[in-house]
T-cell receptor
Framework: NAGVTQTPKFQVLKTGQSMTLQCAQDMNHNSMYWYRQDPGMGLRLIYYSASEGTTDKGEVPNGYNVSRLNKREFSLRLESAAPSQTSVYFC?????????????FGDGTRLSIL | AQSVTQLDSHVSVSEGTPVLLRCNYSSSYSPSLFWYVQHPNKGLQLLLKYTSAATLVKGINGFEAEFKKSETSFHLTKPSAHMSDAAEYFC????????????FGSGTRLSIRP
């Protein structure tokens, strides 16, 4: 009963390096999301995918790209990492993007940019 | 526009005593409201949700929350705290129609004294 799986769990990058964070869900959910969590703040939405083949910007999309590879997988890419992108990244999924749909979260990827 | 304010960044209670975590929200449309819990180094887990049905919502692990439209509040309570309740709690608001405008509160850290 894996739910939402994120890889890797930890990563350290140098400024300017690129990186792809992977996310997969096994609940047959249509919608998937990427968030970042910074100290003392709640989660902020980076990008989301309402369904397979669609992606849209959230609150803080600058510096990131996403790919909805298939219904199960949704990846987040940092093309040129910056120290301001040091954060904990969470992937989530839900049956649909309706606001009344609860989201299921992975355990996060802790990313440090030096 | 919408926003959510968690009124306490840290709450400390003794084991066996009541828990109250306070959340106020503002929304220009009918909101869905959620409480999530995050244990250390884990993703967020749904505690309960309000989606315009009963105003008193029961969740997992003995938690409940009451939606008060006149006070724009959605406070989380539990009659008797357990050591395992120690975690970070997030109040979340979204428009009923779409999760793309989701807003997380900044979180309340709950500590339990033996």
């Amino acid at each position: 009963n894996a739910g939402v799986t994120q890889t890797p769990k930890f990563q350290v990058l140098k400024t300017g390096q690129s990186m792809t964070l992977q996310c997969a869900q096994d609940m047959n959910h249509n919608s998937m999301y990427w968030y970042r969590q910074d100290p003392g703040m709640g989660l902020r939405l980076i990008y989301y995918s309402a369904s397979e083949g669609t992606t849209d910007k959230g609150e803080v999309p600058n510096g990131y790209n996403v790919s909805r590879l298939n219904k199960r997988e949704f990846s987040l890419r940092l093309e040129s990492a910056a120290p301001s992108q040091t954060s904990v990244y969470f992937c989530a999924s839900s049956e649909a993007t309706g606001g009344n749909q609860p989201q299921h979260f992975g355990d996060g990827t802790r990313l440090s940019i030096l | 526009a919408q926003s959510v304010t968690q009124l306490d960044s840290h709450v400390s209670v003794s084991e066996g005593t009541p828990v109250l975590l306070r959340c106020n929200y503002s929304s220009s449309y009918s909101p869905s409201l959620f409480w999530y819990v995050q244990h250390p180094n884990k993703g967020l887990q749904l505690l309960l949700k309000y989606t315009s049905a009963a105003t008193l919502v029961k969740g997992i692990n003995g938690f409940e929350a009451e939606f008060k439209k006149s006070e724009t509040s959605f406070h989380l309570t539990k009659p008797s705290a357990h050591m395992s309740d120690a975690a970070e709690y997030f109040c979340v608001v979204t428009p009923w129609s779409s999760a793309s405008k989701i807003i997380f509160g900044s979180g309340t850290r709950l500590s339990i004294r033996p």
